[in-house]
């Protein structure tokens, strides 16, 4: 194929490039804004095999009433105008009328006007005839009035040609044509171009969409928008929103769901988040500049009606907190038809109080396919209670082809005991590869006593990215005393930000002398919100300290260690040997409130170090009858000091018989001191008796 030479040729004719190139551009200009207005997203340049050029436009998509009618009648007037003209044997005016009917659909009264226009050298018309045939089905004879359109400079017709080739194969050729369109300012042969050689991954596709974007071409813009978010996020997605080969679901938008966490026993932990349905979705990265450009071409292809591009803009927008902006887009992209719209509204009105709006968006989407807002519905219909309902949406998920949907089914049929049933949902999504369902299939295992079924469930979740199964793994080799085992995936776990993992690689590092690398661990578990880290954590800096002397006469009470603000921190959650200790830095300090304060939590709480201590700031102020029931609960709970205590206040009240009691129970709770001083004085007691 030798394009120049044709060219060439046709040149030295004369024909196709004298006549009115001018005033026919701007006619092709004003049929291609109308064309390029009216395109359906996500289609590539055209429906019907090109652009018509040289038609005047017969109405706006987005007039109104009023104004369709007034430009009907311009055109009315117009086309007669131009049917005298093109009787009497004017050239532009045959060109312009057979374009007009061509838009009309009456191919059988534009095709002689326009085989006039083109026999007088037309070059519009050669274009527009080639896409009459192409509507008839004369595909090969349209290619040729294209190619003489073309090679006069019709950037329309080079389009429609490389359009043709493409379709037929022939890359090269489709190439040169589409690339000859672009180069003329054609915005849907920039397209066209840019996705022929995204095709072959070649790297000069981004300024062809850029090219077409700035022309105003909206799913330019929305595919530009989705390279630059892409590359940002260092997504895997195509230029045009394809999976390459190493992608698997993409990027979705901000994970959600309706399913509540779940735990299982024996300390392995099931989680219970189902992800959000991630074809085509939002993606966003580290990249702010990129995510800023990315934003701009949704905003234009959005502004433009895109549905999708104002769905992306929605989810930039939520990422950054701009919610009622990010649900002005969703709603626009919704009432488009956009499920995925319909869905993050839902989340957005649910997260802001609104459930019963939330759940008008939700069924809207779910009616549409939208496996998520089935989810989302099946989780508010178990939150109510209505188990019947939230079953029927999660299979209406599961048929929509969202794995979650088997997952929440697993989780419901749990929450109600039905355990063989929640085995046989976890197996199906296990099996479909949903990661957390195969963790909580093993933890199910687990309970029945099952490891050796168990374990490979764990692994393969563990292995698909499961932070918890990998927990779970380390607590089942610790179980069998594979400590090195253990200790791998607890490791590999709290890498990954898991804090009970995180604490156990603490304590075995501490368990081997590693101090430093210890205390890492347990300060990441007690900044994940560990209140027993924070007490480890505690312990390896109160080791590094000597204890603190009450203070001087006169002196200020010193300030608080962070070895004390992280036993505080533990106290504050609850953690009963925490409270002990602090009130015990308190008391160390003089600050004999507090330390009673943090004693009494503790002993409140079952602990009856803390409520031996209490007794002991009791007696210390003179309430020794309510000491005594604070020692009475600690020794019945074990505490041999506090025994002893009893004992002695005993001895002194005279309630000798009472006193050796006491004793007794000293001596068999201990320790060895204390069981030596309860011997001693339960002989002297005995002696006292029987004197």
């Known amino acids: 194929m030798v394009f120049m030479g044709d060219r060439a040729t046709l040149l030295e004719t004369g024909r196709f490039v004298q006549r009115r190139v001018q005033e026919m551009g701007n006619m092709a200009d004003a049929a291609f804004a109308v064309h390029a207005t009216d395109d359906a997203e996500a289609v590539q340049a055209f429906d019907d095999g090109g652009t018509v050029e040289g038609a005047e436009p017969s109405h706006r998509a987005e007039s109104t009433q009023g104004i369709e009618n007034t430009e009907s009648t311009e055109t009315a007037e117009s086309e007669a105008r131009h049917r ?8 532009a ?14 191919l059988n009264g534009a095709e002689p006007y326009l085989r006039a226009a083109t026999a007088d050298g037309d070059r519009a018309a050669a274009n527009n005839l080639g896409v009459l045939l192409h509507q008839r089905g004369y595909a090969d004879e349209a290619a040729g009035w294209w190619r003489i359109a073309a090679v006069a400079g019709s950037a329309a017709a080079a389009h429609a040609l490389g359009r ?33 050689l995204e095709h072959r991954s070649d790297v000069g596709a981004e300024r062809w969409l850029r090219a077409a974007a700035e022309q105003g071409h909206r799913e330019a813009a929305y595919r530009l928008a989705r390279t630059l978010e892409s590359k940002a996020a260092d997504d895997p997605h195509d230029a045009f929103g394809r999976p390459g080969a190493d992608a698997g679901l993409g990027a979705g938008l901000p994970a959600r769901s309706g399913a509540a966490d779940g735990t299982g026993t024996g300390g392995a932990r099931k989680e219970g988040r189902a992800g959000g349905r991630k074809d085509d979705g939002p993606v966003a990265g580290p990249a702010a500049g990129r995510i800023g450009e990315a934003e ?82 099946g989780a508010l219909h178990a939150a109510r209670g209505e188990q019947q309902t939230a079953e029927r949406w999660y299979r209406a998920a599961m048929d929509a082809g969202d794995v979650n949907g088997a997952y929440n089914l697993g989780l419901l049929c749990a929450a109600q005991d039905r355990t063989p049933q929640a085995e046989q949902w976890y197996r199906r999504a296990a099996y479909a590869g949903h990661r957390e369902a195969a963790n909580a299939l093993a933890v199910l295992l687990l309970q029945a006593g099952d490891a050796t079924g168990a374990q490979p469930w764990f ?6 990215g499961s932070v918890d199964a990998a927990f779970n793994l380390g607590i089942l080799h610790a179980g069998r005393d594979e400590d090195r085992a253990a200790l791998t995936w607890y490791e590999r776990a709290a890498a990954a930000g898991h804090t009970e993992a995180a604490l156990q690689v603490g304590m075995a590092l501490l368990h081997h002398g590693e101090e430093q690398e210890a205390e890492r661990h347990l300060r990441c578990a007690a900044g994940g919100g560990s209140a027993e880290a924070a007490f480890r954590l505690a312990g390896v800096l109160d080791s590094r300290q000597p204890p603190p002397g009450p203070p001087g006469l006169g002196e200020p009470m010193p300030e608080k260690t962070e070895c004390e603000a992280w036993y505080e921190r533990a106290a504050e959650q609850g953690h009963r040997r925490a409270q002990v ?49 604070w020692w009475s609960r600690a020794a019945n709970d074990g505490h041999g000091r506090a025994a002893l205590r009893l004992a002695l206040l005993a001895a002194r009240r005279g309630e000798l018989t009472e006193g050796q009691r006491w004793c007794a129970r000293a001596v068999e709770l201990g320790p060895a001191e204390v069981a030596e001083r309860a011997a001693r004085l339960r002989e002297a007691l005995h002696q006292e008796l029987t004197a």
């Open 93 to 106: 005016s045959m060109s312009v009328l057979g374009a007009l009917l061509l838009r009309r659909g009456d």
């Open 459 to 464: 692994s393969k979740a563990a292995e698909a």
């Open 581 to 629: 200790r602090v009130g015990m830095l308190a008391a160390a300090r003089g600050d004999l409130e507090s330390a009673a304060r943090w004693y009494r939590e503790a002993a409140e709480s079952g602990s009856r170090n803390g409520a031996f201590n209490l007794g002991l700031l009791l007696a210390r102020e003179g309430s020794e009858r309510e000491a005594a029931l």
């Open 164 to 196: 043709h080739y493409r379709e037929r194969g022939d890359e090269p050729g489709a190439e040169y044509w589409l690339r000859q369109s672009a180069e003329q300012g054609h915005a849907l042969g920039a397209y066209a171009l840019a996705d022929l």
């Open 296 to 377: 701009q071409w949704y905003r234009q292809a959005a502004a433009r009606g895109h549905r999708r591009a104002a769905l992306h803009l929605g989810a930039i927008l939520e990422q950054r907190g701009e919610l009622k902006e990010a649900g002005r887009w969703y709603l626009t992209s919704a009432k488009g038809g956009e499920a995925r719209a319909a869905c993050a509204l839902g989340f957005l009105l649910r997260d802001a109080g609104d459930e019963e709006s939330a759940a008008v968006w939700w069924l809207r989407a779910a009616q549409e396919g939208d496996g998520n807002a089935a989810n989302a519905l």
């Open 84 to 91: 005298r003209a093109a009787d009497a044997g004017d050239t």
